[in-house]
């Protein structure tokens, strides 16, 4: 009875072990349900035989979506022309185009163009925090594994399986951008994650034209998102973002230039340094006085390193769309 007790306990051990998965962090708000690591290895060996094999086209069905990121790069290859269906993904407020195949020979050719951008070594993981948060900001469902980000080293791809035949359901890029080059002290900014970028208060993966309007247009960090919270708060940084738009509204709104203006502000213990930089035909007479009345406002300090972000304005144009 105890042998048979103890080859019990030794099976469901065993059963359990089979089933455990690798846990990620999931970002607030995302729903993402996790498939078993025995699932998930499987469609990881197909993944990475049909990348190395050129006739292998196992992992595709007929049903193939492009994320808006991905098609931005690939409805310029001529031999996708041909794909009929364009989709509109809603992203923040905006518009942009994606591309969906239903025919399996459609997907081989999306498969084929998108294997000539996997070159030298890669990595296939599970997605992280900001990789899921801008996948869940283009679909309207809830995330379900097998999902994984195919690494190279100047790209991120998000490949969505479905769970039940194993069949690419989703190709997408994540817009990763780890370096900038910044205009007003010529430097290169980089950072082991992504440069973020906040438009209306929200971190923002995807941008587009927008409207020809005179506002704030973004908020970039340079400064790493451990570094700021050691360093100053939220209170803090809106402060400098309000003093500083009501300023600019007050000078710009009823400007008829046109351009962009760049403010960057490196807020220290002791000292506040401000830069500014503008493209474009901007009004100096203006430029000069926004200029005064900036450096003349009372500003938060840092609490002990220097943080550096910047705001963007544009009076009378459109966004830059990158």
Known sequence: MKIKILLLLLFIVNLVKAQITEKI???SGVVY????????????????????????????????????????????IEILHSIPDNVTFHIDEMEVEGKVSRKLDDSKKIWNEFKKEISGNYQIRKANEDELKYYWSTIS???EEPLFILQTENHRYILNFLKKNQKLLWLDEFPYK???????????????????????????YVTDKGNKETKLEKVIFLTGDSELKANSSIEDIKSVIDKTNKIFDNLFKDSKSEGKIMVQFELGVKKNDIQFAVKD??????????????????????????????????VNAYNDNE
């Open 178 to 204: 780890n370096s900038y080059n910044n205009p007003i002290d010529k430097g290169t900014y980089t950072t082991e994650g992504t440069i973020k970028t906040y438009k209306n208060g929200n971190e923002v």
């Open 25 to 27: 962090t999931i970002p």
């Open 33 to 76: 349900l996790y498939a078993d690591d025995k699932t998930n290895e499987k469609v990881k060996k197909s993944l990475t035989e049909s990348l190395q094999n050129a006739t292998n086209y196992d992992i595709l069905g007929d049903n193939l979506m492009i994320g808006p990121t991905l098609w931005k790069q690939f409805k310029n």
């Open 141 to 143: 469902f809830d995330i």
């Open 281 to 314: 035909d901007l009004d100096l007479e203006i430029m000069k006085e926004f200029e005064k009345r900036v450096n003349e406002e009372k500003y938060p300090h840092s609490k002990k390193d220097t943080i550096k972000f910047q705001l963007i304005y544009k």
